[in-house]
C-alpha cells in the first residue's frame, strides 16, 4: 500500500468515528455542552476541525479554500468555544461544511502520489507543517484529539459508548 493510500484511509477512519458521534448529538444544547466550562464542545470541534481540512485545501488547491463568514473567529486557532446558540450558525450548517471540506480534501488527494507528500507547504504555513505529508499526519492526530473531547461530552449527557 502507498503511503498517500494509507493517508487516504487514516483520514477516512477517522472522519467515520466523528461522523459517528456528531450524528448523537439532537439539539443546540447537547451540541453546545461543555462538560468543563473550559472544554470545548461538540459544535466548536466540528467547526475547527472542518476549518483545519480547509487550510489543508488551501496548501493543495488555494482556490477550492473558503471559509464561511465569522468561521475564523469561531473556530479558527486559539478561538475558545461559547456557551452562547445565538453566537453560532445552526448545526446541521457546520456538519455541511464539515463534510463538504474532506469530501474537497479527498479529491484533491486522488491527484497525489507519494513524491507529493515531501513537497515543501507554502509560505505562512505553520513551522510544525513543513510538508504536505506533516500536514496529512497531522490532521488524523488533530481529528482523533478533537473526536476525544466529543466522545467525553457525548458520554457526559449519557449517552452509550460508541467503541464498546
Known amino acids: 500500500m502507498s503511503t498517500i493510500q494509507y493517508m487516504k484511509e487514516a483520514l477516512a477512519l477517522a472522519r467515520g468515528y466523528s461522523d459517528k458521534l456528531f450524528q448523537q448529538f439532537e439539539n443546540s444544547e447537547e451540541w453546545l455542552h461543555q462538560p468543563h466550562p473550559n472544554a470545548n464542545h461538540a459544535l466548536w470541534c466540528a467547526g475547527h476541525i472542518a476549518r483545519t481540512d ?16 465569522g468561521y475564523k473567529e469561531l473556530f479558527g486557532r486559539g478561538s475558545q468555544p461559547s456557551a452562547d446558540a445565538a453566537r453560532y450558525p445552526n448545526p446541521a450548517t457546520v456538519v455541511e461544511y464539515l463534510n463538504d471540506r474532506r469530501s474537497t480534501l479527498m479529491q484533491l488527494l486522488e491527484g497525489l502520489d507519494d513524491r507529493d507528500l515531501e513537497k515543501p507547504t507554502p509560505p505562512g504555513a505553520p513551522d510544525f507543517l513543513p510538508t504536505i505529508g506533516a500536514v496529512l499526519r497531522t490532521l488524523v492526530w488533530h481529528e482523533g484529539l478533537h473526536a476525544g473531547q466529543v466522545s467525553i461530552a457525548h458520554r457526559c449527557l449519557g449517552k452509550p459508548p460508541l467503541l464498546a
Not at 54 to 69: Q, R, S, W
Open 54 to 69: 480547509n487550510m489543508a485545501i488551501g496548501f493543495l488547491a488555494p482556490e477550492k479554500a473558503h471559509d464561511p463568514e
